[in-house]
């Protein structure tokens, strides 16, 4: 059966008094990514037009000086996928890979740079998107291999942490495992230390690896590592992983 629509939430302007001179900037989506990367809009001077599906994401601007909604707003369309999840949200430490025309870079880098330490032109429209791909094909195919390794590593009975510290000063380092490990007590302030709560879920990364296929497909590249990754998150997400961030692959495996 189809599941229930959250009840649409209402556009909300959240301006302070020095914003005013600032054109308003419309942001949909203030969830665990979207809140802090809206708090730093607004810490630059840009008024928001703040839109959640979810009413309770709103509220939280809803505290704040509320201004007039601009009648007429231009718009430009461009793709700018993100990477670097909620930690680097938080401190404005994104990347942003974006697709569009020169001409108006720009200006989505002006509101980007408010958000991330590294906005880069990809080309034209769809190109940030195909990097994004690209970029979350190997970030789940090097939280699997660190996964498997640690796992390997534990069972042959070494300590976790002296491990993971060799791996990180070898050729086998990687960004999951020096930044994002996915054993837990290796490290602190990542999902593995909290039960896998939070972060980039696991139902994404499956998304993510399925939206790899058709282009795949398309232009004749093989993905065989990619294509098993997929299975892999597909199934963590029909074994009780889906609402847990996909460093949890360590302990489904």
């Given at each position: 059966?189809?599941?229930?629509?959250?009840?649409?939430?209402?556009?909300?302007?959240?301006?302070?008094?020095?914003?005013?001179?600032?054109?308003?900037?419309?942001?949909?989506?203030?969830?665990?990514?979207?809140?802090?990367m809206?708090?730093?809009?607004?810490?630059?001077?840009?008024?928001?037009?703040?839109?959640?599906?979810?009413?309770?994401?709103?509220?939280?601007?809803?505290?704040?000086?509320?201004?007039?909604?601009?009648?007429?707003?231009?718009?430009?369309?461009?793709?700018?996928?993100?990477?670097?999840?909620?930690?680097?949200?938080?401190?404005?430490?994104?990347?942003?890979?974006?697709?569009?025309?020169?001409?108006?870079?720009?200006?989505?880098?002006?509101?980007?740079?408010?958000?991330?330490?590294?906005?880069?032109?990809c080309?034209?429209?769809?190109?940030?998107?195909?990097?994004?791909?690209?970029?979350?094909?190997?970030?789940?195919?090097?939280?699997?291999?660190?996964?498997?390794?640690?796992?390997?590593?534990?069972?042959?009975?070494?300590?976790?942490?002296?491990?993971?510290k060799?791996?990180?000063?070898?050729?086998?380092?990687?960004?999951?495992?020096?930044?994002?490990?996915?054993?837990?007590?290796?490290?602190?302030?990542?999902?593995s230390?909290?039960?896998?709560?939070?972060?980039?879920?696991?139902?994404?990364?499956?998304?993510?690896?399925?939206l790899?296929?058709?282009?795949?497909?398309?232009?004749k590249?093989?993905?065989?590592?990619?294509?098993?990754?997929?299975?892999?998150?597909?199934?963590?997400?029909?074994?009780?992983?889906?609402?847990?961030?996909?460093?949890?692959?360590?302990?489904?495996?």
């Open positions: 059966m189809p599941q229930p629509t959250p009840p649409a939430a209402p556009r909300t302007l959240a301006v302070s008094g020095s914003m005013a001179s600032r054109t308003p900037v419309g942001f949909t989506g203030v969830g665990n990514m979207g809140n802090p809206a708090k730093n809009l607004m810490k630059r001077g840009y008024p928001l037009i703040v839109y959640d599906v979810f009413p309770d994401a709103c509220k939280e601007f809803l505290d704040a000086e509320l201004a007039k909604e601009a009648e007429k707003m231009g718009a430009v369309f461009t793709d700018a996928p993100v990477s670097g999840g909620v930690g680097a949200a938080r401190p404005g430490n994104l990347t942003f890979m974006v697709g569009g025309v020169e001409e108006e870079f720009a200006a989505a880098q002006e509101l980007l740079g408010c958000m991330g330490s590294n906005v880069v032109h080309g034209a429209v769809g190109t940030g998107q195909a990097v994004k791909i690209c970029n979350n094909l190997l970030l789940a195919l090097s939280m699997t291999g660190t996964a498997e390794a640690m796992n390997l590593g534990i069972r042959l009975g070494l300590d976790p942490k002296l491990l993971a060799i791996l990180n000063m070898s050729s086998g380092r990687c960004w999951s495992s020096d930044t994002y490990n996915p054993v837990p007590g290796v490290m602190d302030g990542v999902p230390a909290n039960n896998y709560q939070g972060g980039f879920g696991t139902t994404l990364m499956a998304k993510d690896l399925g790899a296929q058709d282009p795949a497909t398309s232009t590249s093989p993905i065989l590592l990619g294509s098993q990754a997929h299975q892999i998150y597909r199934m963590m997400c029909a074994k009780g992983y889906s609402k847990k961030d996909f460093s949890s692959v360590c302990q489904f495996l």
